[in-house]
């Protein structure tokens, strides 16, 4: 098994206990199935730093932070994407609430 991580980015909109008990499901489910998940929280400060200098990534204009990562294993990129895919399509907008402005990004850890 490779080692995989997860990007999320923070969002204005708030989850209802329906959206955050599906987020919760989508994760024991994987956990029960024997996946090992490593999740990281993160702090609300965020900076860029780049050859430029630092920038604070919450700046207008800036990118939207980081709110998370999760470490996940999977046999190779494409079962990675199956997982990730999964993720999004659960959290799939109703017609009747916003989108988040969540973006998931994997890539293979070293």
């Known amino acids: 098994m490779k080692e995989f991580v997860f990007i999320f980015r923070t969002s204005k909109r ?9 987020r ?12 090992k998940l490593d999740p990281r929280i993160l702090g609300e400060e965020s900076y860029r ?15 939207v932070p980081v709110a998370a ?6 046999a190779d ?12 399509e659960m959290a799939a ?3 009747k609430r916003p989108p988040l402005a969540t973006e998931q990004v994997m890539a293979e850890s070293w």
């Open 14 to 22: 708030v989850l209802s206990e329906e959206e955050q008990e599906q």
């Open 24 to 35: 919760r499901d989508w994760a024991l489910a994987l956990r029960e199935g024997g996946r």
């Open 49 to 63: 730093v780049t050859e430029d200098g630092v920038k604070n990534a919450t700046s207008p204009g800036g990118e």
């Open 69 to 74: 990562i999760l470490f996940i294993e999977a």
């Open 77 to 88: 990129f494409n079962e990675a994407l199956t997982l990730a895919k999964s993720r999004l």
């Open 93 to 95: 907008p109703s017609a």
